[in-house]
């Protein structure tokens, strides 16, 4: 498996379509601190939720980026649809977890906090992070191009579901009180976003649930691909 | 030896065949592109895969490379069986061959003393060892068709599937190609390609699979046979394919199978040896069929009909 992810993050960075993903979640984490000093959670809460939208591109762009040929092949070597997909999620992941330690040790290399920000906040930084890029990426696997063709409905399906992922806790106000069970289906951007900012002042529990309901959402997701993945056919297009 | 199915409708063991398809179809978007298609693939045995473009070729090939599920039939390989596959067009990557090669030779699980000697020979065969660090976005489309060929056969596949190799390839590396599969041969490796000229079925083949619109049409066993057998193709109609089953069993029988394509009303094409093609032409008569066409087939120029005809209608008589 390491030969293979190996192998996609060289062909991945041949095909420089990674740049506009990373170049985007870097300028707007830049943007976010070029003035300083900033308060430790809701700027930690800011970058989290551009890492989601970052990973959302960068998970469809690396997607994308190989020749369905190309993915035949290394199919055939690999002898298995199922090694193949979960070489893609571990690439995708390990991409992720880059992104989520250069952005929670940038500002603390570089003193862009208004105070200390103590190992709790950093581990609750790093958790959230890597869950909400991890999601974003996870909703990239259904709009990739052997799912949906037309590269411009994927970006709007994208773009839409991003907008109520992070307006997830505003839309399910406004549902009515039997509907409000559907924020469930909603990705869980918002509660993670909210737990993140207000964890200087809430519980652990408080911080733990919607950690947990990101992290089942992101799993059934994965699941759920990897279930209709390994069914699919690899086609030459 | 272990036997892994690939519809789960059948788990019993294939003997010595590498794979075996059993009446497999295939259906994209409601399009039926294969139909009830079975065959055995045996160690050492070179089988050539002909029809026309679009009669389920290249399908046929992705399924036996493990690429395309079925829709219904069975497929059974053997256990862990080593398998090369080049698809009909390798694309332009920004790879260099040996960057493309190590990285394929690595996922089999090849040592890398064992990827640089096989790379370094194949790439020497093929007359790329120049080329190998220069990008492939740049190769023209016989360097990139022999860098398909060479992954293919990076491992020393049990099973090489080959979609139209000698396309784009040069006369030198045509017959090279052809004396390398007739060594891999030697050394049991099974080989299933689709082609469209009948000179390499002549120098390759062991069998011949004929499709026409995802069916099978006709099955040869034992090319030197076909190409002294002249034979005779007869376009009926008022006859059901039901009716005349039995005629499969009837000496010199090749193939019958609907042929709906250009005719007004639903006809039946069948194949007969010459020898008894007046036989065959009494028995359609007798039972109230009424001809349509009759016409001889000289063994290799027979073949030309399924793989490049001449004129639309030539197609049509499948």
Redesign the interface.
């Known amino acids: 498996m390491t030969?293979?992810v190996?192998?996609m993050l060289?062909?991945y960075t041949?095909?420089q379509r990674y740049f506009a993903p990373f170049a985007g979640i870097l300028i707007a984490v830049l943007v976010l601190y070029s003035y300083t000093p900033n308060p430790v959670m809701n700027s930690y809460a800011a970058t989290a939720v551009i890492l989601f939208i970052g990973c959302a591109c960068l998970g469809l762009s690396f997607l994308n980026h190989e020749?369905p040929?190309?993915r035949?092949?290394?199919?055939?070597?690999?002898?298995s649809?199922r090694k193949y997909n979960m070489g893609c999620l571990l690439t995708l992941g390990v991409l992720a977890l880059l992104l989520d330690v250069l952005i929670v040790v940038y500002p603390l290399v570089t003193g862009r906090f208004d105070e200390q920000a103590g190992l709790y906040r950093i581990m609750l930084a790093l958790a959230g992070h890597a869950l909400l890029g991890l999601l974003g990426i996870a909703i990239s696997l259904f709009l990739q191009s052997s799912m949906i063709k037309k590269a411009s409905h994927a970006t709007g399906i994208m773009l839409g579901v991003i907008i109520v992922s992070i307006g997830g806790t505003k839309i399910t106000e406004f549902l009515p009180g039997s509907l409000t069970y559907l924020r469930f289906l909603l990705p869980p951007v918002s509660p993670v976003m909210d737990a993140m900012m207000n964890a200087d002042v809430i519980s652990g529990v408080a911080v733990l649930v919607p950690l947990l309901h990101i992290t089942i959402y992101t799993a059934l997701l994965i699941g759920f691909y990897g279930y209709r993945a390994g069914?699919?056919?690899?086609?030459?297009n | 030896m272990g036997i892994k199915t690939g519809k789960g409708i059948v788990e019993s063991p294939a003997e010595a065949a590498c794979a075996e398809l059993e009446a497999v179809s295939k259906m994209y978007t409601g399009h039926m592109v294969l139909q009830e298609v079975s065959m055995s693939i045996w160690p050492g045995n070179i089988t050539a895969l002909i029809g026309r473009n679009g009669s389920g070729k290249?399908t046929l090939l992705?399924i036996l490379?493990?690429?395309?599920?079925v829709t219904s039939g069975a497929i059974r390989r053997k256990a862990d069986l080593v398998?090369?596959?080049a698809?009909?067009?390798?694309?332009g990557?920004?790879?260099t061959p040996e960057?493309y090669l190590r990285?394929?030779g690595?996922?089999?699980g090849l040592s890398a003393r064992e990827i640089e000697v096989r790379m370094a020979e194949l790439l020497e065969l093929f007359h790329l060892a120049p080329f190998r660090g220069q990008p492939m976005n740049n190769f023209s489309k016989g360097m990139l068709q022999k860098i398909n060929l060479i992954?293919s056969l990076?491992v020393e596949p049990e099973l090489l599937l080959l979609d139209e190799p000698m396309s784009g390839l040069d006369l030198s590396a045509q017959n090279m190609l052809v004396q390398l599969l007739r060594e891999r041969k030697e050394q049991g490796t099974a080989v299933v390609f689709s082609v469209h000229e009948p000179q390499w079925v002549e120098a390759l083949a062991d069998h011949l699979h004929i499709l026409q619109a995802g069916r099978t049409v006709r099955m040869q066993q034992g090319i030197q046979e076909l190409s002294a057998r002249p034979t005779t193709y007869i376009v009926f109609k008022h006859l059901q394919e039901e009716e005349l089953c039995q005629w499969r069993d009837q000496p010199g029988f090749l193939s019958l199978q609907v042929v709906t394509e250009l005719h007004d009303q639903p006809c039946l094409g069948l194949t007969v040896d010459a020898a008894v093609s007046d036989a065959y032409l009494r028995q359609v008569l007798e039972r109230g069929g009424s001809v349509v066409s009759v016409e001889p087939c000289d063994g290799w120029s027979g073949l030309e009909l399924w793989m490049n005809p001449k004129t639309p209608e030539g197609g049509g008589k499948s």
């Open positions: 030969s293979l190996v192998y060289r062909s041949l095909s020749h040929v190309q035949q092949l290394t199919t055939v070597h690999l002898r649809i069914k699919r056919d690899m086609n030459k | 290249s992705s490379a493990g690429l395309v599920q398998i090369g596959y698809p009909e067009a390798f694309p990557l920004k790879f960057q990285s394929m690595r996922i089999r992954q990076l």
